[in-house]
Nanobody, 113 residues
Framework: QVQLVESGGDLVQPGGSLRLSCAAS????????LHWYHQAPGKERELVAR?????SIRYADSVRGRFTMSRNNEKTDLQMNNLQPDDTGVYYC?????????WGRGTQVTVSS
């Protein structure tokens, strides 16, 4: 059973930065699909950064220019800059190896003054 463990969530003021990390218990290959999702309080989970392969990373309009996703063979990170109150919520990572899909348990980010 593959485990994904997110970390890095915290309370931060508007305009601040955080770096989230998602460590995988299985090696991440260039073909491994990796995504980051955000679930705001009372809302549906939404995709904020997607990586269909090591060569492809795309962002939701709401975070483009502020968030940067990176990946290596052990983890994926999400660098979040200029955080705003709407960025508050739980951030989850998702990974897919072939047909096998896995979710992390999430890490809480709160943006508030």
């Amino acid at each position: 059973q593959v485990q994904l463990v997110e970390s890095g969530g915290d309370l931060v003021q508007p305009g601040g930065s955080l770096r989230l990390s998602c460590a995988a218990s299985r090696r991440i290959y260039s073909s491994t699909i990796l995504h980051w999702y955000h679930q705001a309080p009372g809302k549906e989970r939404e995709l904020v950064a997607r990586s269909q392969s090591a060569l492809s990373i795309r962002y939701a309009d709401s975070v483009r220019g502020r968030f940067t996703m990176s990946r290596n063979n052990e983890k994926t990170d999400l660098q979040m800059n200029n955080l705003q109150p709407d960025d508050t919520g739980v951030y989850y990572c998702f990974a897919q190896w072939g047909r096998e899909t896995y979710w992390g348990r999430g890490t809480q980010v709160t943006v508030s003054s």
